[in-house]
């Protein structure tokens, strides 16, 4: 089955600096690649996502990069502000995302120092 | 529009009860997926409902179960509750269609 590795698993940034997560998949068929942000005591919400048939997709602050032969996607957040601080899951999804079993990566925690 | 529901938020068990936890999903919604979050495992797919139907299932044993109700809201159940079942466990709903999962703020289990 899918499986999704996510790198870092800790990153700390200056404000203002740009934060960049990293992740992995092995299944070639995964076509949607969505980003959650979890803040604490609350659950997962999406950020933005990417289709297999787009390379970079951007959002704001926000942009998300997927190399589909190197079966790697990326989160890039720049202007970094506090209130980013939280815990960022990456996923995948054979289903183009129109079925609800994503598989996630392990999660990284991102503070944001002022 | 009101979010993902989750009842009850917090609850503590021992070994070898069971416990039902339940999910109301944004309105007009049908497909609702459950989730296990733990610090080791991370967020694990557990099941998706869509239409009263489980359309997807993932790898766990089945003392994990589910069901959905005409109206979309959905109720999960673990049976003979080991100590490793400690977790939170969040419940996201969809349109079915490709497009967002929304989650709820989970509910949060303790098998003592």
């Known amino acids: 089955g899918e499986n999704v590795e996510q790198h870092p698993s800790t990153l700390s940034v200056q404000e203002g600096d740009s934060a960049v997560i990293k992740c992995t998949y092995s299944d070639s068929a995964s076509n949607y690649f969505p980003w959650y942000k979890q803040e604490l005591g609350k659950g997962p919400q999406l950020i933005i996502d990417i289709r297999s048939n787009v390379g970079e997709k951007k959002d704001q602050r926000i942009a998300v990069t997927l190399n589909k032969t190197a079966k790697h996607f990326s989160l890039h957040i720049t202007e970094t502000q506090p209130e980013d601080s939280a815990v960022y899951f990456c996923?995948?999804?054979?289903?183009?995302?129109?079925?609800?079993?994503?598989?996630f990566g392990k999660g990284t925690k991102l503070s944001v120092k002022p | 529009k009101a979010g993902v529901t989750q009842t009850p938020r917090y609850l503590i068990k021992t070994r070898g009860q069971q416990v039902t936890l339940s999910c109301s999903p944004i309105s007009g919604h049908r497909s609702v997926s459950w989730y296990q979050q733990t610090p080791g495992q991370g967020l694990q797919f557990l099941f998706e409902?869509?239409?009263?139907?489980?359309?997807n299932k993932g790898n766990f044993p089945g003392r994990f179960s589910g069901r959905q109700f005409s109206n979309s809201r959905s109720e999960m159940n673990v049976s003979t509750l080991e100590l490793g079942d400690s977790a939170l466990y969040l419940c996201a709903s969809g349109q079915g269609e490709a497009g967002e999962l929304f989650f709820g703020e989970g509910s949060r289990l303790t098998v003592l």
């Open positions: 996923a995948a999804s054979l289903s183009g995302g129109s079925q609800g079993n994503l598989i």
């Open positions: 409902y869509f239409s009263e139907t489980q359309r």
